[in-house]
């Protein structure tokens, strides 16, 4: 059975940090992309960063690059999403996901889906 699983979620205030985690479970890390999205109350799920199967490939939304560090452990088949500097724009609920082999911006093009971690930033 696949499972995502996000962590890491909270409330903080502006210009500080946070460390999401999604734990995969299922035998589907090794060979997929991950990737993180947002959705914010009223608005569409967002594109937020993406790495490749094999972690040498990394891909940011304009709005957090700079900001945000996307990474993956083989070993603990986790992906992480270090979040600096964050703004009250960044508040949403934070979603991991997971398609086979290539990553993209396009939530409908993955597979597996996480039950989303809130995050949010005070002014």
């Known amino acids: 059975q696949v499972q995502l699983i996000e962590s890491g979620g909270g409330l903080v205030q502006a210009g500080n940090s946070l460390r999401l985690s999604c734990a995969v479970s299922?035998?589907?890390?090794?060979?997929?992309?991950m990737g993180w999205f947002r959705q914010a109350p009223g608005k569409e799920r967002a594109f937020v960063a993406a790495?490749?199967?094999?972690?040498?490939?990394?891909y940011y939304a304009d709005s957090v690059k700079g900001r945000f560090t996307i990474s993956r452990d083989g070993a603990e088949n986790t992906v992480y999403l270090q979040m600096n500097s964050l703004k009250p724009e960044d508040t949403a609920v934070y979603y991991c996901?997971?398609?086979?082999?290539?990553?993209?911006?396009?939530?409908?093009?993955?597979?597996?889906w996480g039950q989303g971690t809130q995050v949010t930033v005070s002014s």
């Open positions: 790495i490749s199967w094999s972690g040498d490939n990394i």
């Open positions: 996901a997971s398609r086979y082999l290539y990553y993209t911006d396009d939530s409908r093009q993955y597979d597996y």
């Open positions: 299922g035998n589907i890390f090794r060979n997929y992309a």
